[in-house]
């Protein structure tokens, strides 16, 4: 009886353990995501990170989760919080951008949305990207050669940076030569 008691006991308690581990996994990838936005941020190099932040515009109420590069949100804040580029302007920018842990903005100066390209941004993209190209391969790719490139448009770069941001995967792009998405390992 003691058994069957312990049995039950644990086929009880396994949807709840199970539940857990999944409720862990997802805020593993959030704060994978919040790193490697800091990281796009605090990046000065011409070869620029992709990060997805969320938008909310001020002015239409219209909220988008946008993936663009480290540098334009830095400067679309410089410009929100009409701060100059010097050292102090800068640790403002990187202390706000800091503080954004769900890398939710609010922006109500056209220039900065312009600057992230909210009003471009297509997010249909992200549902046509898939059916094109094959993620799970890419992902394989990433997690075992610890490296990925791959050519495309500038449209179809952002929206699979932003699929792959998405699943914790850090992107960029070199400006200085362009055309192509690489794989960045975040902590080398």
Known sequence: ???????????????LLSYHRK???TI???????????????????????????IKDLNTGEIKEVCTKGNFVSGALHIELNVKYDTKGEKKVLDFAK?????????KNKKALN???????????LDEIPTKYNFDKAIEIIKNKKKFSIRLSDSEMKAFAH??????????????????????????
Do not use: H, W
Request: proline content about 1%.
């Open 1 to 15: 009886m003691k058994v069957f008691i312990s049995i039950l006991i644990l086929v009880m308690i396994l949807p």
């Open 23 to 25: 409720d862990y996994k």
């Open 28 to 54: 593993n990838v959030e704060k994978v995501k919040y790193l490697n936005f800091i990281k796009a941020v605090q990046n000065s190099s011409t070869f620029s990170y992709f990060t997805v932040i969320k």
């Open 99 to 107: 503080g954004k842990k769900d890398r939710y903005f609010e922006f």
């Open 115 to 125: 600057n992230i390209s909210f009003f471009d941004y297509d997010s249909k993209l």
């Open 163 to 188: 699929i792959l941001f998405n699943k914790g995967y850090l992107t960029g792009e070199n400006d200085c030569l362009g055309g192509s998405l690489e794989y960045v390992d975040r902590t080398k």
